[in-house]
């Protein structure tokens, strides 16, 4: 699946994972059962994708005039391992207050709340994944306090 960029004022694209489960990964963070491919954004380049990632989200940052690309890719046969996703897709205008910082793949917004890795804990890290997570402090908040 493909996400053009609508117009101008669309910069990103959020993908919120309700439910994503596919093959982890091998014990090095390899993708080689299932994996998901994304590419065309400006602010990461992804390894593959795999393993558990409901409830997680991530921000892909248009570059002008470009098109994001989605894509899942399963081994049939690997039947008896309970796949399911549920992925919503939004746009993001470029004057919203809740658009991620550029460079950010996750952008936490809530005052409260659990700051959690891709794919993390079933996977202690996926294989060439690096990446900035970015946590927006409350509007009355005098500190912010980030524990991992």
Known sequence: MSFNQPNADVCQVLLTFHE???VKGDMNGHCLIDNINIFGMTNIQLPHLCGPLS???M????G???KITFSISIDGFQDDVGRKWNVQVSYIRCNDPFRAP???LQYYTASTGTVKMLGYPEIPHLAGLQYTICVR????????????
């Open 20 to 22: 994503m489960e596919l």
């Open 55 to 57: 409830k997680q989200h």
């Open 59 to 62: 921000y892909l940052e248009f």
């Open 64 to 66: 002008r005039g470009s």
């Open 102 to 104: 550029s460079g950010c």
């Open 137 to 148: 402090r409350a509007l009355a908040a005098e500190s912010i306090f980030v524990r991992f």
